[in-house]
């Protein structure tokens, strides 16, 4: 075999809840949610950042705008959580082999390089939320054959103001 794959599905399936909101109060998107809501918000986005942190980058944006959305939390919220939870705990999803880590086995030939991959952005369509962007990176190692093993990764909100793409990145 040419690598190891890694996932965290036993997790997912056994573990990863969705927030408990009724066919009358899903429609109440604009509405604040209630303590026990915002509690149960908090749990859910907290077992999303897990598998975000351990084994789906995929996963960074959607855990790092809920955790922002918190204090004023809207109904509209916990449904645009609980849509990405069902996702990812949804084996039948054409994208799900492709989001297992896969780490190659690289080749000992002296050409290994450290590798960086950036991207950022928010404010593409609407410039008064640019000091809100979002942004992230891999780490990795390649060996020159086009393998990369993925070291490490973040995602997240920018922790300086930003105007543009770039300065986010």
């Not at 849509?83 to 030939?109: G, H, M, S, T, W």
């Not at 086009?146 to 930003?162: D, I, M, Y």
């Amino acid at each position: 075999d040419g690598g190891e794959h890694f996932d965290q599905q036993a997790y997912i399936d056994h573990k990863l809840q969705n927030v408990e909101i009724g066919k009358l109060r899903s429609k109440q998107r604009e509405a604040l949610a209630t303590p026990d809501e915002v509690a149960q918000f908090r749990s859910a986005n907290g077992g999303f950042m897990w598998i975000a942190v351990g084994s789906r980058p995929d996963c960074s944006y959607e855990t790092s705008v809920a955790a922002s959305m918190v204090n004023e939390l809207r109904i509209k919220d916990i449904l645009r959580v609980n849509k990405a939870i069902r996702r990812v705990k949804n084996p039948q999803d054409p994208e799900y082999k492709r989001l297992r880590i896969f780490v190659p086995r690289l080749e000992n030939n002296g050409i290994w390089q450290v590798v960086g991959i950036v991207d950022a952005g928010e404010g593409e369509n609407d410039p008064g939320i640019w000091p809100h962007a979002r942004g992230g990176y891999f780490i990795g190692v390649s060996d020159g054959t086009n393998a990369f093993a993925l070291c490490t990764w973040r995602g997240g909100k920018c922790k300086r103001v930003t105007h543009n793409s770039l300065d986010a990145e």
